[in-house]
């Protein structure tokens, strides 16, 4: 038996990097896949990927940092494969780093609007399913930068410690309705996230890293499925941390 067989996952950002690595997983494991991105995304060869695994798939337009796109995308999934089981809340942008005494307010709310304020919309509309349907399952992409900071990232740290806060309040207060929220918290992923990153500080990153490498998206998506899957069925604010060893 596959890990996700039957379940309807629901993948933000699910178009590029640790999401679409994390669509592919799931349709692998027997899930049918919502593919939930910017109404710009060119997503048809995700599509095509997850469709020649055998999966079913859709695509579903959303921009987290707007509330009715977020209840519109949720309808949609809900409206075609009549549930949501599995919400993975993976959007999210890095932004310029700069010191906080100089930090763009712009860049500060365009960041908390997305990776924070973003996560509370989509968890507030999947929770209400849940609840019409009997439970479900929440996993939350924070980041190391949800537990430790970096000089520069001051919204992307406050907005992934956020992350898991409300990874937090989601697990006391819906454990016993059939309701698992955890959270994944990887270092440095191979994804365009972080392509466009000055080669010194992808060589600072990869020294720093006691396996001397940096994380794969593949490697994210196996902690997905297992926060996904019943495999984990006790898993209730668990930070998954994915860091070659980061924090020891
Ligand atoms: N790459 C890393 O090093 C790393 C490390 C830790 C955590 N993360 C987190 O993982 C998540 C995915 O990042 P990634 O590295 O795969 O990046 P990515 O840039 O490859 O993918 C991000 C996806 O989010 C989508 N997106 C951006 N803004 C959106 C919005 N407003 N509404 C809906 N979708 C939106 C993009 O279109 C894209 O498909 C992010 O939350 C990121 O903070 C990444």
Not at 189 to 218: F, H, N, Y
Request: aromatic share 6%; charged share 20%.
């Amino acid at each position: 038996m596959k890990r996700l067989e039957n379940k309807i996952v629901f993948i933000t950002g699910g178009n590029s990097g640790i999401g679409k690595a994390s669509a592919l997983e799931a349709a692998k494991e027997g899930a049918t896949i919502v593919i939930a991105d910017l109404s710009t995304a060119d997503y048809s060869e995700t599509l095509n990927e997850i469709e020649a695994l055998g999966a079913k798939c859709m695509f579903v337009p959303i921009d987290v940092a707007d509330v009715e796109s977020v209840k519109n995308a949720i309808t949609k999934t809900v409206k075609e494969y009549g549930r949501l089981d599995i919400a993975l809340n993976n959007a999210g942008i890095a932004g310029t780093p700069s010191g906080i005494h100089n930090m763009p307010e712009e860049t500060w709310n365009k960041i908390i609007a997305i990776n924070l304020t973003g996560q509370f919309y989509c968890v507030k509309y999947e929770l209400q399913q849940f609840l019409k349907q009997g439970g479900g399952v929440i996993v939350n992409m924070a980041s190391l930068g949800g537990l430790i900071a970096e000089p520069g990232l001051v919204p992307y740290t406050a907005a992934k410690h956020g992350v898991l806060g409300i990874t937090k309040n989601i697990a006391v207060q819906y454990g016993n309705e059939n309701i698992r929220a955890n959270a994944i918290c990887p270092y440095y992923v191979e994804t365009p996230m972080i392509s466009a990153a000055p080669d010194e500080a992808q060589k600072a990153w990869i020294e720093g890293t006691p396996m001397k490498r940096l994380c794969k998206p593949e490697e994210v998506a196996k902690a997905f499925i297992y926060l996904a899957s019943e495999e984990s069925s006790y898993c209730n604010d668990t930070h998954l941390i994915l860091d070659g060893g980061v924090l020891a």
